[in-house]
């Protein structure tokens, strides 16, 4: 760790004579920071030139034109940290903006994964609101001071780097634009808890006092956005206690490589109860980013016995079946065939393009709930993937449990194009009426269908033989399938009349992967 001297600092600053000998910077070891006492800086980031570097923090001294650095914004926060590591009788100040040497991959690793650790060692940490003019801390949304983007609330609380800055540290002390002081984590827990969802136990006596799920953690940052999008997971590393390197560059794998290291780690199965408000199937069980946590903030762990016993509730007058030794309840794994683990599954109705669709208890529940909560999987050779809409349950039917392995790569695209070839109908007399839902659009002959609309009705009319039919299109985990399906004609020809025929086709039509004459796949 890398801290700044704040006598140097403030010596330079009032124009006094600073010891040769000494740095701006100095580096500790894990050993000497054991008996050293610091302070830190949360913050939100200028732009990189209003902010000051680790090279031009390290060559402060001997630097004969520093004065340019006061029109700085970010050399102010500095500056005024100092001012306030000295008045608390520190001697030390961390800020991230200059304490990494950023061009040092090795080393911004290290620091990534050290960060929240920093935080909880610190004995101070200042939190600069550069945003709030106000002389008290927002209590309420105050749409009016702060963009819609931040929901209402000062930017700090909307970064993906500060929500260990609010986590971590013991003393956290809230400043406004002037920097004066409005307040500490502590004393304003209950506002903070309305504002970041995190519960004021975790807020006052930290995450060892009170453990929480995964999912709950996750949903803490759910909102929360980062310049990188890799940097989703890496500024979560610290709060699940996990270890990784980056690879700036992979994407939205790196959440999906911390969700691995967590499965590695604990045997939480909320991390897979995740939801997304759009129908459809995802090609892993592994959510895509913090955002679909977002309704997981009252999630809680369940144990085995817990989890057994309630799922005997949900089964009044039906035994479970093939209920697996209790440390096979405690653990699943990771194989190259998916995530292996046992979980109890209830038939479903099958939806269109869902080949089996099944309902599983996990072993987490709601904190208001005593039931484990259920999710949907549907099944696609010897895997299993996530389903979301409306299913219902298959009449007399029981929960059993079974081995299953959860796909955990996306092994298919997440959409595919249809070419459609329909020239010779119109020779025929028959015209296109309408598409549905309205969200796909039919451009240039051709339909985009995804795993969040997975499924295009097309309606062709035929006005002078009183004859329609639709041909439905979809797309389901690698697989496309193409069906022709008939019906009365719509007593009135209006639009509002083929939207509602249309509309039907698409809720009843029957599960078929039929490929049809004319429809070229592309």
């Known amino acids: 760790m890398r801290l700044i001297d704040v006598d140097v600092v403030l010596n330079l600053e009032e124009g006094n004579q600073v010891d040769p000998e000494r740095d701006v910077l100095k580096d500790f070891s894990d050993d000497d920071l054991e008996d050293t006492k610091y302070a830190i800086l949360s913050h939100c980031w200028y732009r990189d030139k209003d902010e000051v570097q680790f090279r031009e923090m390290e060559g402060l001294i001997s630097d004969p034109d520093r004065q340019r650095f006061h029109k700085r914004p970010g050399y102010q926060k500095i500056l005024k940290s100092c001012e306030l590591a000295r008045e608390n009788k520190l001697h030390w100040l961390w800020v991230d903006t200059c304490c990494i040497n950023k061009d040092s991959s090795a080393e911004l690793t290290e620091a990534i994964n050290s960060m ?11 939190t600069y609101l550069h945003d709030v003019k106000d002389n008290s801390f927002p209590t309420e949304r105050k749409m009016e001071d702060f963009p819609a983007e931040f929901k209402g609330w000062p930017k700090w609380f909307s970064r993906g780097w500060t929500l260990q800055g609010l986590v971590a540290p013991r003393t956290v002390v809230f400043f406004n634009h002037e920097w004066q002081a409005i307040g500490n984590k502590k004393d304003l827990a209950s506002t903070l808890e309305d504002i970041t969802c995190i519960p004021s136990r975790v807020l006052k006596y930290g995450m060892d006092a009170y453990r929480p799920s995964i999912a709950q953690v996750m949903s803490w940052a759910a909102d929360r956005k980062t310049k990188r999008v890799e940097d989703r997971a890496y500024s979560l590393l610290g709060l699940f206690g996990v270890h990784m390197p980056m690879l700036y560059g992979e994407g939205k794998n790196a959440f999906r490589r911390l969700q691995l290291e967590l499965i590695r ?6 991390i897979f109860a995740w939801e997304r408000r759009s129908a459809g199937w995802s090609g892993s069980v592994l959510a895509d980013d913090p955002s679909l946590f977002r309704d997981c903030d009252d999630i809680v762990k ?18 479970l079946h093939d209920i697996p030794e209790s440390e096979s309840l405690r653990t699943y794994s990771i194989t190259n065939a998916g995530i292996q683990i046992s979980l109890p599954l209830l038939p479903l109705k099958r939806r269109h393009g869902f080949q089996s669709v099944f309902e599983a208890r996990l072993a987490c529940r709601h904190s208001f709930d005593s039931l484990p909560i259920a999710v949907v999987f549907t099944s696609s050779k010897s895997n299993y993937y996530r389903a979301f809409g409306d299913f219902d ?11 299953l392995y959860l796909a955990y790569r996306e092994q298919c695209r997440n959409d595919f194009t249809f070419k459609i070839d329909d020239s010779a109908i119109f020779y025929d007399g028959f015209v296109q009426r309408c598409v549905f839902p309205n969200k796909v659009i039919l451009k240039d002959s051709s339909v985009k269908l995804s795993n969040t609309s997975d499924l295009a009705i097309i309606v062709y009319v035929n006005d002078a033989m009183k004859t329609c039919f639709a041909v439905a299109v979809g797309y389901f985990l690698g697989h496309v399938w193409v069906h ?3 019906d009365d004609l719509p007593e009135e020809s209006k639009p509002t009349a083929w939207k509602a025929y249309a509309k039907k086709m698409y809720k009843h039509h029957p599960f078929r992967r039929t490929p049809l004459q004319g429809i070229a796949f592309g």
């Open 302 to 319: 369940m144990e085995p016995d817990e989890y057994l016993m309630a799922l005997k509730e949900i089964n009044l007058d039906e035994e």
């Open 265 to 270: 780690m604990t045997n939480d199965h909320s």
């Open 393 to 403: 349950p298959v009449p007399e039917t029981t929960a059993q449990f079974r081995p």
């Open 484 to 486: 022709v399906l008939c």
């Open 116 to 126: 929240f650790r920093w935080y909880d060692k610190a004995e101070k940490c200042y």
